[in-house]
């Protein structure tokens, strides 16, 4: 018996090992919804506000009139491309994920695709496994955050450019689930 629990602990050792020398990449997702993680929202969709262009996070947009759901079209990290494409779920194209200093770092749309170039370096936002990440100048960083509105359970995503925590708000892990 103790022959078979030594087998088995090295077979395991040796497909542990084995992973490491061959690992997955993962790709770019199109059609993907991205849902927000954290101490409030656990798996919550972000969706588009109609009346600002900025993305809000709800348990469920489409009780909402002013938010609607959409799908994203998101690079993998390994791309040269780092511009995350949202679309309606009719197929009209939205625009761009964009971060707008002016209204306080909230994350938003831009309706034209844009690539911004910081020292020479492509920035944007890109996917790391299924974890959306901001390219800072060849920084990887995910610094989302949900903050409250005057609405019940709806949450305006947010980027912080510190480690300080915003009164009131909380971190939020922003993921993508390719649809099927």
């Known amino acids: ?34 849902y927000a993680y954290g101490t409030n929202a656990s ?6 506000g109609v009346n600002d262009g900025l993305l809000y996070i709800t348990q469920n947009p489409t009780v909402h009139d002013d938010i609607i759901p959409i799908e994203w079209d998101l690079a993998s990290i390994t791309g040269e491309c780092w ?12 625009g761009s994920m964009y971060i707008k200093p002016e209204q306080g770092n909230a994350v938003g749309i831009l309706p034209q695709t844009r690539v911004a170039y910081l020292n020479g370096t492509v920035s944007g936002f890109a996917l790391f496994a299924t974890q959306l990440v901001y390219n800072n100048n060849t920084l ?38 390719e649809d099927s």
């Not at 798996?43 to 588009?48: E, G, H, K, V």
């Not at 709806?154 to 689930?177: C, I, Q, R």
């Open 1 to 34: 018996m103790q022959l078979l629990h030594l087998f088995i602990a090295i077979l395991q050792f040796g497909l542990a090992l084995a992973s490491l020398h061959h690992p997955i990449k993962r790709g770019a997702e199109a059609n993907a919804t991205i």
């Open 43 to 48: 798996s919550w969709p972000i969706a588009y």
């Open 83 to 94: 511009i995350a494409n949202a679309t309606f779920v009719n197929g009209t194209k939205v």
């Open 140 to 177: 990887l960083e995910a610094q989302f955050w949900a903050k409250s509105t005057n609405t019940s359970g709806v949450y305006g995503l947010m980027w912080t450019l510190d480690d300080s925590e915003p009164n009131g708000d909380f971190p939020v892990v922003v993921k993508a689930s």
